[in-house]
């Protein structure tokens, strides 16, 4: 009988395979096209959005929002899952993943604020805080309260269980470069015990001190980890026109392209990009509803730049460290001793331990932003506080046990989790994606006539009509 492990991968590369490639290109590229590209056309209306301040102290703002999001995407995957996508590809052409992302990304962003600016539209309040996400928008819009808990329960097993197992299991691989024994010692007990504790003390704090911390970690840890990455591009400058042509001509490659499932250098950096970004997956739609804004557009665009941040800028700063740094790719089984491996061979023995201090950092923001997509989707089954209680010390439990799983099985299983639920997500968008397109035509007259947009339903007739009344849209009107 074969192994859960086994299966799990059997499994995962059938879904890839044969449904989700289809599927998340297809819609990355009917949105691309119903919305005029608007990943393109908007990409700076979306940076201005930005800069728009809060209704009131109590509220979560756009750029907090996309904090939260930003958290849960930059995560070890930027690190660990570029590396392990080379890794996986490189028997027939490991650079080729690194296009495969970035195209997922280019389109997928238009999939990103198509499910943004749903989640928008179809928020509620509960108590002080605005939740939504898919599955608000497939109850409301779809009216389905069965595919609505199908999709939240979903969403729970991924990000409370899978995703944060992974990132509690890539936090404590980074020690792997300083103690080679490391998995067979007590060491995965105590960073899975760490990071338990850290994350227990902040998601017991709630929504505003999620936001309050992912907004101070995100931006200052990407900056330096960009401007790392910058710094090995910029030394080996005579290298890059090098590296890109063999990241395009091993992209096409047929043999890199049609090999075996797990080689494919198209499924490799598929998985990895969508495991990465999130595009169309319906999980940053949970974070988005949480913003005040003056219409459901401008989280909408904001969500969008995320993806840009999360897979054009960071990822590509990991591909490029890796695939300029010399270090042979087929010499390491697992993805966080390349990268270590690769920036120690560019900037001496502090290179592995600003990686390590990287890692736990992006795990720790990843492990807050996760569980904020987590509690929004619970209350939505059902609103119990001893219920919240016990998922919240299941949690954490789960990153203490994350960190001590094998590679094989953690990866699978977030994998599995990650395709299930972008499945829901998917159909539900592709149903409902010309609602959204209707918002942003409005948004954008708005715009044209020199307005700071508002939303109203009964112009637009789309999303809950309690939330987006007249007495909503006069209160932006009046700051």
């Known amino acids: 009988m074969p192994s859960i492990g086994t299966i799990l991968s059997q499994f995962s590369g059938f879904l890839y395979t044969y449904i989700l490639i289809v599927l998340l290109i297809f819609a990355g590229v009917y949105f691309t096209v119903r919305t005029r590209g608007v990943q393109f056309r908007l990409f700076r209306e979306s940076i201005r959005i930005l800069g728009e301040k809060k209704r009131d102290?109590?509220?979560?703002?756009?750029?907090?929002?996309?904090?939260?999001?930003?958290?849960?995407?930059?995560g070890t995957g930027n690190i660990a899952g570029v590396a392990n996508a080379v890794i996986a590809a490189t028997v027939i052409g490991g650079y080729g993943a690194v296009f495969w992302m970035w195209?997922?990304?280019?389109?997928?962003?238009?999939?990103?604020?198509?499910?943004?600016t749903l989640a928008q539209c179809y928020k509620e309040k509960h108590g002080d805080n605005w939740v939504g996400g898919p599955?608000?928008?497939?109850?409301?819009?779809?009216?389905?309260?069965?595919?609505?808990?199908?999709?939240?329960?979903?969403?729970i097993a991924c990000?409370?269980?899978?995703f944060n197992a992974l990132q509690a299991y890539n936090a404590g691989s980074a020690l792997q470069y300083y103690l080679p024994g490391y998995a067979d010692s007590v060491w995965p007990a105590v960073v899975g015990a760490v990071l338990a504790l850290l994350t227990g003390l902040c998601i017991f704090g709630g929504v505003h001190r999620i936001s309050a911390i992912t907004s101070g970690i995100v931006p200052v840890m990407a900056a330096i980890y960009i401007a790392l990455g910058l710094f090995i591009t910029v030394k080996n400058l005579g290298q890059v026109p090098h590296m890109l042509a063999l990241i395009f001509t091993q992209a096409f490659d047929p043999r890199a392209m049609f090999a075996g499932v797990g080689a494919s250098c198209v499924m490799q950096g598929i998985k990895r990009g969508l495991y990465s970004n999130e595009a169309g997956m319906g999980s940053a739609p949970n974070a988005a509803a949480a913003a005040?804004?003056?219409?459901?557009?401008?989280?909408?665009?904001v969500q969008m730049l995320s993806v840009f941040i999360d897979t054009i800028l960071i990822c590509s700063t990991t591909a490029f460290?890796?695939?300029?740094?010399?270090?042979?790719?087929?010499?390491y089984a697992e993805g966080m001793n390349f990268v270590q491996a690769a920036v120690h061979a560019q900037v001496g023995a502090a290179g592995p331990v600003f990686i390590t201090v990287s890692i736990f950092l992006f795990a720790f923001s990843s492990l807050v932003g996760n569980y904020y997509y987590t509690e929004s989707n619970l209350r939505f089954i059902r609103d119990s506080k001893p219920l919240l209680l016990a998922f919240r010390l299941s949690c954490v439990a789960a990153i203490f046990?994350?960190?001590?799983?094998?590679?094989?099985?953690?990866?699978?299983?977030?994998?599995?989790?990650?395709?299930?639920?972008?499945?829901?997500?998917?159909?539900?968008i592709l149903l409902l994606g010309g609602r959204a397109?209707?918002?942003?035509?409005?948004?954008?007259?708005?715009?044209?006539?020199?307005?700071?947009?508002v939303y109203r339903y009964d112009q637009v007739g789309v999303g809950d009509p309690s939330v987006w009344d007249e007495a909503n849209a006069r209160r932006w009107e009046e700051l």
């Open 57 to 74: 102290g109590k509220d979560i703002s756009a750029f907090q929002a996309l904090m939260i999001s930003t958290a849960s995407r930059v």
């Open 103 to 116: 195209l997922l990304a280019l389109i997928g962003a238009a999939s990103a604020f198509i499910e943004s």
């Open 135 to 155: 599955a608000y928008y497939i109850q409301k819009a779809l009216g389905s309260r069965v595919f609505g808990v199908v999709f939240a329960v979903l969403l």
């Open 159 to 162: 990000f409370a269980y899978g």
């Open 292 to 301: 005040q804004v003056s219409h459901p557009a401008k989280q909408g665009l």
């Open 321 to 331: 460290m890796l695939l300029l740094s010399g270090v042979p790719i087929d010499a």
């Open 401 to 428: 046990i994350g960190a001590q799983m094998s590679f094989s099985t953690v990866w699978d299983l977030a994998d599995v989790l990650m395709g299930l639920m972008a499945l829901v997500n998917l159909g539900a």
């Open 437 to 453: 397109v209707k918002v942003l035509k409005d948004y954008q007259t708005q715009r044209k006539a020199g307005k700071n947009p």
